[in-house]
């Protein structure tokens, strides 16, 4: 099933360096998918959720998994994740 699956780590978004977004965001014309990781130190920034706006329409599957959990307790995990979602 992932015979012929390449991962490409781009530099992220929101970078003090312009070019670095500027990087992501030429990756997203060739990505059948995109893996959005979000830290849970801060949660979801608001440079985040623009760039999620802008290239929902763009990727036909979009993934999101949730680091640094293991900082967290199981309550604190629960919020995290309900506030996530809500975005």
């Known amino acids: 099933m992932l015979r012929d699956v ?3 780590d781009t530099p992220g978004i929101g970078s003090t360096y312009r070019h670095n977004t ?7 014309p060739q990505s ?3 893996l959005f990781l979000v830290s849970v130190d801060p949660p ?3 440079v985040e ?3 999620l706006k802008d290239i929902k329409s763009r ?3 979009l993934f999101f998994a ?3 959990v ?9 919020e995290a994740l309900t506030f996530t979602k809500r975005y």
């Open 6 to 8: 390449v991962v490409i």
């Open 22 to 28: 500027e990087v992501t965001m030429g990756f997203l």
């Open 32 to 34: 059948d998918a995109a």
């Open 44 to 46: 979801i920034t608001e």
């Open 49 to 51: 959720l623009a760039f």
């Open 59 to 61: 990727v036909s599957k």
């Open 66 to 68: 949730l680091n640094k």
């Open 70 to 78: 293991d900082y967290l307790t199981k309550t604190e995990l629960v």
